[in-house]
């Protein structure tokens, strides 16, 4: 079964600095990455996705990831933090199946805080 | 093109009520998917439809349950509401076909159970 951890509920940072939201997944067959954000009373919005090829995937927003195997972890990160980035982060695994077929396997989210 | 739509936006029902949720998929998009985010929780996966059936589901039990009608858009069902009920149900659609079918998904619905 695929699952996926996000460390920390709650990430703090100040306007400008380094954002890093942690994720590792566990799956036994390659998986397909997500980081999802979702602002307060609406749904979900898909910031980047790793499915093959390049493991530096680069988003919306100034967002990137890197998928790395060996550690089964793709970590979120934005090299300058902006109050507008202040929602909730949730990480995301799917199995990569060509039947049609896809569900997709949430963490339980960490929400980004921003201070001025 | 139009997103992915869902309705209504809040529901309050009393538990044992049955509920009825709406969604109209993007447009070009032939699956809906279902899921279920209680508070301060990821989402969960419920079930998918694919060409009006039951493609996959999750680990709910059979009081949940979905249609889908010829134009994609998709009813979830809950009978027998429970206090556990109470959450975000979002609706996501995409296309199946290649490699890879992107979830676009709904603004959600938060039902209330009391």
């Known amino acids: 079964a695929q699952s996926v951890t996000q460390l920390g509920s709650h990430v703090s940072v100040s306007e400008g600095a380094l954002v890093l939201l942690r994720c590792n997944y566990s799956s036994s067959v390659p998986p397909y990455l997500f980081w999802y954000v979702q602002y307060p009373n609406q749904g979900l919005q898909l910031l980047l996705k790793?499915?093959?090829?390049?493991?530096l995937v680069k988003g919306i927003n100034g967002f990137e990831a890197e998928f790395k195997k060996s550690e089964t972890s793709f970590h979120l990160t934005k090299p300058s933090a902006h109050m507008s980035d202040a929602a909730e982060y949730f990480c995301?695994?799917?199995?990569?199946?060509?039947?049609?077929?896809?569900?997709?396997?949430f963490g339980t989210g960490t929400r980004l805080l921003v201070s001025p | 093109e139009t997103g992915v739509t869902q309705s209504p936006t809040h529901l309050i029902k009393t538990r044992g009520q049955q509920v009825t949720l709406r969604c109209s998929s993007q447009?070009?998009?032939?699956?809906v998917s279902w899921y279920q985010q209680a508070l301060g929780q990821g989402p969960q996966f419920i079930f998918q439809?694919?060409?009006?059936?039951?493609?996959g589901r999750g680990n709910f039990p059979p009081r949940f349950s979905g249609l889908q009608f010829p134009n994609y858009s998709s009813e979830l069902n809950v009978n027998a509401l429970e206090l556990d009920d109470s959450a975000l149900y979002l609706c996501?659609?995409?296309?199946?076909?290649?490699?890879?079918?992107?979830?676009?998904f709904g603004p959600g619905t938060r039902l209330t159970v009391l």
């Open positions: 996501a659609s995409s296309r199946i076909g290649g490699s890879y079918n992107e979830q676009f």
């Open positions: 447009s070009g998009h032939n699956t």
């Open positions: 995301a695994v799917s199995d990569q199946v060509n039947t049609g077929f896809q569900k997709l396997v």
């Open positions: 439809y694919y060409r009006e059936e039951e493609n």
């Open positions: 790793y499915t093959t090829g390049a493991t």
